[in-house]
């Protein structure tokens, strides 16, 4: 009976000495921590890049400011046009540096995931251990546990130690509720990473196109004016024309369609669509140009009557709200391509630079209807000469006169 005794105190002085080595489980998370500690260093210095860089794109940016506020000469446009090369490079290497960071803070993450799991694990083993002493100790009145104790302060001290177990029973079931709460807050960080760099994968795209627009221009400058100052000005009189073309144009042609619709009775079946609250007509809400931008890179050629919306080419249009196509221009590989759709109380959409069209004059559409796709890049589709990227040109206008689409979107 004593030597059955003496084996529990045995059992519990082993297990007391097993549950002390999860408790402090040395240098395998001291190693770990370390590569976490390497990757924080690694994310530390690519900030420290970013915000170099960064301090740099804001140099270009007063250069760029400095040259709009100069007199309009070839000269000064060709200084601009390099000024906004050199911001648009540093642009693509900050986003390039935050894909490195993102990479860098993902790998981090998936190292805390792995870590937090693991402790999970050694403290559910550890609670394991805890509840078996407790259970065998159970097992044991405290009247045998004194008999078998030579003195009251040996009984003491082992009742002492049962109290310790439970409460760290307790202390190890809140380890385990914090840890699991941590991991899923890794977790869900984790997300949020991967959608942070799925997102500047995208954004480094139409930087790079921008890039390609801005160098297009002037290279188009270089060759229409052949550095000389009166065929630089023939060219901007001969760019204003066109687009003072299309403005009379969509300008004409509403007027047009508005009066014809009327005298056909169709103008009702704008009534079947109620008042006119626009959508966005592509998923992205990125505006890197607004309505009357001071800005706008051709604004020595015009106002910008539009807001230039962030999108890859090819991205798909849909009609912001529903309405009739008056107006569908295919400029083919050289020209400005845009559709004009006409909606209830005098408002109507344009949606230029498209690349495809798939809807034509003459029909009806419905809101989020897809009437064509995104274009911009400097010489293809329905770019036309006053592109600046990839990008949508969306206009709204009130009874022919351009208006500020922010105004109407959601």
């Known amino acids: 009976m004593r030597k059955n005794k003496t084996k529990i105190i045995l059992s519990i002085l082993c297990i007391s000495a097993l549950a002390s080595i999860f408790l402090f489980p040395g240098n395998s998370y001291n190693a770990r921590a370390q590569t976490i500690a390497e990757m924080n260093k690694l994310i530390e210095q690519k900030k420290n890049a970013i915000d170099a860089l960064t301090e740099k794109v804001k140099t270009y940016q007063n250069k760029i400011k400095e040259v709009k506020n100069q007199s309009f000469n070839l000269k000064n446009q060709l200084n601009l046009l390099s000024n906004e090369i050199e911001k648009n490079d540093l642009d693509i290497q900050i986003t390039e ?60 001290d082992q009742y002492e130690y049962l109290q310790n177990i439970q409460n760290k029973i307790r202390t190890s079931l809140t ?64 760019l204003k024309r066109e687009e003072k073309e299309v403005e009379n144009d969509i300008v004409n042609i509403e007027k047009k369609i508005r009066a014809e619709l009327e005298r056909r009775k169709k103008e009702e079946k704008f009534n079947e ?14 505006i890197t140009a607004g309505f009357h931008d001071p800005d706008y890179p051709f604004r020595y050629l015009f106002e910008h009557p539009a807001i230039d919306i962030r999108s890859p080419q ?97």
């Open 97 to 156: 540096e935050q894909i490195q960071q993102t990479n860098l803070e993902i790998r981090q993450i998936t190292l805390t995931i792995d870590q937090k799991e693991k402790e999970i694990g050694n403290l559910k083993k550890q609670l394991s251990e805890f509840l078996r002493v407790l259970y065998k100790n159970d097992q044991v009145s405290y009247l045998e546990v004194l008999v078998m104790n030579n003195s009251f302060s040996d009984f003491f």
């Open 175 to 238: 380890d385990i509720k914090n840890t699991k709460l941590e991991l899923d807050i890794q977790k869900s960080t984790f997300e949020d990473k991967r959608k942070r760099e799925t997102s500047l994968k995208k954004q480094l795209d139409i930087e790079k196109g921008e890039l390609l627009a801005v160098s297009s221009e002037k290279e188009t400058l270089l060759k229409q004016s052949q550095m000389s100052e009166k065929k630089f000005q023939t060219y901007v009189l001969e």
């Open 273 to 286: 669509f109620g008042p006119v609250r626009l959508q966005w007509p592509i998923p992205g809400r990125v």
């Open 314 to 410: 090819g991205t798909p249009i849909k009609s912001a709200e529903a309405g009739y196509v008056a107006r569908v221009k295919n400029g083919g590989l050289k020209g400005y391509s845009y559709i004009m759709i006409l909606h209830s109380g005098g408002v109507s959409t344009v949606y230029g630079h498209v690349s495809s069209i798939l809807v034509k004059a003459d029909q009806y559409v419905y809101k989020g209807e897809v009437i064509g796709s995104t274009g911009g890049k400097p010489g293809t589709a329905g770019a036309g000469p006053w592109t600046t990227g990839p990008h949508l040109h969306f206009e709204v206008r009130k009874k022919g006169i351009p208006v500020n689409p922010s105004d109407y979107l959601p």
